[in-house]
């Protein structure tokens, strides 16, 4: 069966080789069955190719201005070289090698083999991504490379060059009609056409204006591919602003939710330091209530003290006369002493009766300190760490 070969220059898209976004013309569900041979950084590429040459030519400036610092910006921002080329090759055409079809499959298999030894056909092609494509009305393949020359005496000894590196290869032009490219692209034909016939295939030749025409086709799908990924672009830019006003949206509720947790938050710590405030005042009347109580408790214990000491002496005093006259009729004067102790008895009685009634007074005033609590500890409590154990044993003397 005969079958034409095709070999046209492409853009370069790696976004569409390595469907990086899909186009309208690509099956979806066929492009699992697409095959990688190569993709690689093309910038480590460029490192691996050049860096030992632009070390050496960079050696031999002696102005600064002359020097390169990196090789891969220096061809991507200039005009001599392209950064990398591109060759589009395939096999028969959409009506008689549909990749839907079975006739097909011979010309898939027939491109992996070429694709298998092209970089060993091609020792000056360096090919950094190459991918076989089944997903589309035809199987083709997309192989990009970057040309290199070795050996040169003007600017780096290895350097990007497509007509270097296609003369190192043996392919040499003669004129506009008759280029490098031409030659090596005719090349390349026959030598697919040598695999082609190991599957049953013979190489369908066109005429000229035939092979003008299909480049014509081609750059024209080529153009409507990259609408269609302008296209793409424009709706997944259409998207992603979809999402960021969305996230907006939920930022926007984030923050209203935000700011009225602060705004409680704030009423709630106002009333805190507020209750706080008057806890605190709370606590500064009931230590001075305390020390109202306190001081009132001292004075009356001190006055029990005074009247006790009295009232002992005058009972001792008592005692020692009652012994003296014991043997003595009872005078006046015993009388008179009796009288007096009878008196001392019922004042020291009265005595512990307002003695009761005090410590009734400060019970009350520890029961009215508890009812208050700051910082886990009630107000006795801290009354008690501030005052010490002075009146807690000052109050077990009295219940003695």
Sequence with gaps: MEKTISMMVGKGSLNHNNRA?????????RSQYNQVFVKEDIRKVYHELFDKALENYNARQTRADRKIDDYYDKIRTGKQEKLFHEVIVQIGNKDDTNCTDMESLNAMLALGDYMEEFQKRNPNLRVFNAVLHLDEETPHLHIDFVP????????????????????AQGFVGTGRHDTEWKRWVESEKQCLAEIMKERNMDWKQKGTHEKHLSVY?????????EVEELEQKISQQ?????GQQTEMKVNEQTLAFQRENIREWREKKAETEELQRKAEQALEMAKRKLELVEAKLERATTELHELQKEMESLVEHARQSCDRYSRVAVTDRQYELFEDVVQLKQENEQLKAENQTLREKLQKAYDFMKQFTISGINLLERFLESVGERVQNFTEHLRR
């Design 217 to 225: 086709d081609f750059e024209k799908k080529m153009r409507k591919a």
């Design 238 to 242: 259409g998207d992603r602003i979809a």
């Design 21 to 29: 976004f899909t186009a309208k013309n690509v099956d979806k569900e």
């Design 148 to 167: 290199f020359s070795t050996g040169n005496k003007r600017g780096l000894e290895t350097k990007v060059s497509l007509k270097g590196a296609l003369k």
